[in-house]
């Protein structure tokens, strides 16, 4: 049997310092431990330098089997369903080597920077999420931009889009539409436009 243990149990065998003995353990028993990058990485944020070193320590010395990245699996198994269902949309000579270079890196070369270089992953680890973070909307922006040049999309146009009130609307929620032209309505892209019709719900209406 493979057994993966939660970090709550790593933090308890890293204080006694029990990573071997745990894993001798597991082996009377003929259970093999197993350990995801995700779990390491986790751990890598402790904010005690000590506790963060002894509870690596635990992991790495008692843990039997390094499992592929959760990215890494998942992604296995979108592309063995694609394979499945639409073998016509696989690509007719698959990129392995990078895919070959990321598996290494979740399963050898991470595992020993985690050993030797925990301080150094407490104090980056943060800005990288941040810059995966920034570069992720950014990409979405561009690619949005694309799409709309592709179908011709003016965003000028959002300007002409105006909300008014419908039949269903009750007098409270005409609160803050009046006082505009009489049958015109506010535009779409100010507060009083997209932002009352979402906080006051489904009744009203856009036309152009």
Request: proline content about 5%; some cysteine; overall charge positive.
């Amino acid at each position: 049997m493979r057994i993966m243990l939660d970090n709550n149990i790593w933090s308890y065998l890293g204080d006694e310092r029990a990573g071997k003995r745990f894993k001798a353990i597991a082996h009377s028993l003929g259970h093999r431990v197993v350990t995801a990058p995700s779990i390491l990485l986790e751990v890598l944020q402790h904010p005690l330098a000590d506790k963060r070193a002894a509870i690596v320590e635990a992991i790495t010395t008692a843990t039997d089997e390094r499992l592929r990245s959760e990215a890494d699996r998942e992604g296995a198994e979108v592309v063995a369903e694609v394979r499945r269902l639409h073998p016509e949309w696989m690509r007719s000579m698959p990129d392995t080597g990078r895919e070959a270079t990321w598996r290494t890196y979740w399963t050898k070369k991470f595992w020993r920077d985690a050993v030797e270089h925990h301080d150094h992953f407490r104090k980056t680890e943060p800005a990288r999420r941040t810059a995966r973070a920034v570069q992720c909307v950014v990409d979405n922006q561009k690619e949005q931009r694309e799409r709309w040049n592709e179908a011709g999309f003016d965003l000028r146009d959002l300007s002409q889009v105006m909300m008014s009130p419908s039949e269903e609307t009750t007098a409270e929620q005409r609160a803050g539409w009046g006082g505009r032209r009489a049958g015109r309505g506010v535009e779409a892209v100010q507060p009083g436009g997209v932002l009352a019709g979402l906080r006051n719900g489904p009744p009203v209406r856009a036309h152009p």
